[in-house]
């Protein structure tokens, strides 16, 4: 699959549009990197970030899993 280059602040506005048309759902960074074509690493290190500032909260720990906070 041929993913895109993105700035780091698009990333992280990709992540919370997705979460937030989904609030109802918890996604592993694997799936959120196939929906928005990122590399795994990527989306993974951008929720961390995200979680670490409450943006988006961490559902399990493993599996990692992320969803939007309300």
Do not use: K
């Not at 990122?38 to 599996?63: E, I, K, M, N, Y």
């Amino acid at each position: 699959m041929n993913r895109l280059r993105r700035a780091d602040g698009q990333v992280a506005q990709l992540l919370v549009t997705h979460l937030r048309a989904h609030p109802h759902l918890d996604f592993s960074p694997y799936e959120l990197a196939q929906a928005l074509r990122l590399s795994h690493g990527t989306a993974r290190r951008h929720l961390l970030r995200l979680a670490a500032t409450g943006q988006v909260r961490r559902t399990t720990q493993t599996p990692a899993r992320f969803q939007i906070t309300t």
